[in-house]
Nanobody, 116 residues
């Protein structure tokens, strides 16, 4: 059974940093593409960043480019999202996902609040 557990969210001031983690279990992690979506209040869920299963190719939303970095640790079944220079517009619930053969599994999310 695929399980994804996010952690690392919280309250941070504008300009600050957070590192989100997603601990995975129940599947062969290295075979799955991984990524992060977010959903702000009243808005649709949007892709933030993703990383491929092979080669570790990364893609970012325009809003995340230059500020966020996604990485994966296949040995420890974990994917990370390093977020720097955070802005109030980054406030959202951040969801980790794992995708294989068009099937997507989701974590329950972690809340990030950027506010002074």
């Amino acid at each position: 059974q695929v399980q994804l557990v996010e952690s690392g969210g919280g309250l941070v001031q504008p300009g600050g940093s957070l590192r989100l983690s997603c601990a995975a279990s129940g599947f062969t992690f290295s075979n799955y593409a991984m990524g992060w979506y977010r959903q702000a209040p009243g808005k649709e869920r949007e892709l933030v960043a993703r990383i491929s299963s092979v080669g570790g190719r990364t893609n970012y939303a325009d809003s995340a480019k230059g500020r966020f970095t996604i990485s994966r640790d296949n040995a420890n079944y974990t994917v990370y999202l390093q977020m720097n220079s955070l802005k109030p517009d980054d406030t959202a619930v951040y969801y980790c996902y794992a995708r294989y053969n068009l099937v997507t599994n989701w974590g329950k999310g972690t809340l990030v609040t950027v506010s002074s």
